[in-house]
């Protein structure tokens, strides 16, 4: 993870993380739904730097004693260089600071390597939303880690 900081999500950022979800994801978030979290009391959003560029970026919601995240992406060209590690462990820190108990996501069934992150952090499988996304009816898998 050389030389990659986490940062607290500013307005100046919200280009870079809508060209990266538009790279991520087959149904990408729009600048108007980032911007929306900006104010939303319940949203918590960082970005992964290096060297000055945006390589990733990671939000939840905290409602009460529970967080459930609503997007971990990392640019193409910096997969692999512990940015996703680096956010799902701030993502951690943030809820420990804020006495959440639980984390919940759900994440695409084909999406092996985004699985395997968070089974690396302790979370497992607890359910499946059926035809969850949209674009090909593919499945969610519902993960919970309890013991943040």
Partial sequence: ???????????A????????????FPIAWTRE??????????ARYIVAKKNDNIVGYG???VILDEAHVTNIAIHPE????????????TLFQICRLEKVASITL??????????????KYGFVEEGVRKNYYEDNREDAVIMWKRDI
Avoid: C, H, T
């Avoid at 993870?1 to 307005?11: A, G, H, K």
């Avoid at 950022?13 to 991520?24: E, M």
């Avoid at 739904?33 to 319940?42: G, I, P, R, V």
């Fill in 1 to 11: 993870m050389s030389n990659v900081e986490i940062v607290p999500l500013e307005e």
């Fill in 13 to 24: 950022y919200i280009d870079d993380i809508v060209n990266i979800s538009v790279l991520s």
């Fill in 33 to 42: 739904a980032f911007e929306n979290e900006l104010s939303n009391k319940f």
């Fill in 59 to 61: 939000g939840m919601w």
């Fill in 78 to 89: 910096y997969r692999g260089i512990g940015a996703g590690n680096l956010i799902v462990e």
């Fill in 106 to 119: 759900e994440v695409r069934r084909s999406n092996e390597i985004a699985q395997n992150l968070y089974k």
